[in-house]
């Protein structure tokens, strides 16, 4: 049975992330369970030492977790929400979580700030590549509507062995929305020997959705999705972060803030089958 999953470390970009996983779990009539991880303040001098004792940074992270649950409850009735908690780092605990039981997709809080969450740079970009299921990081403020319209960024790389089109083929349905394959070139320096054939399998594994696709000639690869998203009313960004071209790219740590700060819309990670 398909479901959502969403984490919060109780901040505000968390907060708005899980009112847009309640809402998706609701159109898509699933049920949602909350994440939170734990850890104990540790001082650091001559001898490192816990600010406080391992149960009592517990009993917070239960309190708290217990009066978002019931926040939520009665905010949106009728939708299941199941929370867990889990002590140590929350994008290991994710990976395990989601490796027992394959969700929808994974829902977090994509910061603009550097103090803002615990989901800027590093750790945003970890989970972003490294869960082998659909992850949605959502803007600061964006409010929850269904999607309409999905671009895809692909660079027409070993599509065939990479391409998880069955997972990219259940979520575009589940929407509903149009579908749209978007690769950015410029002066054709990205055209190599196999690229018809890439193009062809791409226009294969994808022919149930019915694409539309583009083609853009622009040297700044994030500059050119940004404005085709932009200007095209796009609702969802579709990216594979694993893909080493695309990820150096578009997702190299020197460009994560850019990245993060131009987001306007929900960017969607899918993850290559190698």
Known sequence: MPYLV???????IANNAIDYACNMANDQKISLTIVHSYTVPVAFHDNPMPVIPMEESKQIAEEQMSKLAEELSSKYPGL????????????????????EAKPLAVVIGNSVSENEGFWLGGNLLTVLKSLHCPVIAIPPGYQYKKPTSICFACDYHNIKSTLPAEEVIQLTNRTGASFHVLNIDHENKGFEANTPFESTELHSMLKCLNPSYHYVD??????????????????????MPHKHNFFEGLFHKSHTKQIVKHAKV????IHDKA
């Open 80 to 99: 299941e929400i199941n929370s867990e908690l889990a002590y140590g780092d929350i994008t290991d605990h994710l990976k395990d979580m989601t490796k």
């Open 266 to 269: 929900p960017l969607v990670a």
């Open 6 to 12: 969403t984490a919060t470390d109780f901040s505000e």
């Open 218 to 239: 622009n040297e700044d690869t994030d500059e050119g999705i940004q404005q085709f998203v932009s200007e095209n009313n796009m609702d969802w960004l579709m990216v």
